[in-house]
């Protein structure tokens, strides 16, 4: 990596994502799955998303993009190396 961006990768898990309840994950899981529909792309064991896509998600769920990003690796639907800096 080169330094300027805090380059933190985003590839969510979709098997994972579908084992959690509903009440956990659905603000989740449906913004993941409208991504999914606008690209047209359902084959995938894991999906991409915008490092902007986490922070519209953070604000959903009243953390900040650390603090979801933190849950999201608890739930097993982001990778230990999603983690980002500390000053994020
Ligand atoms: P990668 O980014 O490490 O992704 C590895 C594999 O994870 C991909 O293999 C694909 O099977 C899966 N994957 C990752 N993100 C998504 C997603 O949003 N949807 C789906 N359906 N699958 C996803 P694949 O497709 O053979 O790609 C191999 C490598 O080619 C990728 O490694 C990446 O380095 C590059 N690549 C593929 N598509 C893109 C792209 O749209 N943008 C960029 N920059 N690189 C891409
Ligand atoms: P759009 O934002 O106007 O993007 C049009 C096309 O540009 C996308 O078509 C994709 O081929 C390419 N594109 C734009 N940004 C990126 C990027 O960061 N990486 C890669 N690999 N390609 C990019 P696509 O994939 O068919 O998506 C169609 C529309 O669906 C997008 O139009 C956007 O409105 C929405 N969309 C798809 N994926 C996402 C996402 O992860 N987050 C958000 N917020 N919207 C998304
Ligand atoms: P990626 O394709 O490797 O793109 C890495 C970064 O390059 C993106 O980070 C974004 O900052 C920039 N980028 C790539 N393509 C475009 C583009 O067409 N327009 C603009 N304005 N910037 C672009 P970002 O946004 O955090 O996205 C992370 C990953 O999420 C992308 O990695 C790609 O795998 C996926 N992604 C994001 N948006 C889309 C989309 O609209 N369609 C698809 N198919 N994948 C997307």
């Given at each position: 990596p080169s330094g300027a961006e805090p380059a933190t990768k985003i590839v969510i898990n979709l098997e994972r994502l579908q084992q959690l309840p509903a009440e956990k994950v659905g603000p989740l899981a449906r913004y993941a799955a409208t991504i999914q529909s606008q690209r047209g792309?359902?084959?995938?064991?894991v999906l991409s998303i915008r490092t902007e896509d986490l922070r519209s998600l953070a604000i959903i769920y009243d953390m900040t993009p650390g603090e979801l990003t933190e849950r999201m690796i608890d739930w097993g639907v982001?990778?230990?190396?999603?983690r980002p800096s500390k000053e994020d």
């Open positions: 792309d359902y084959n995938g064991k982001l990778p230990p190396e999603a």
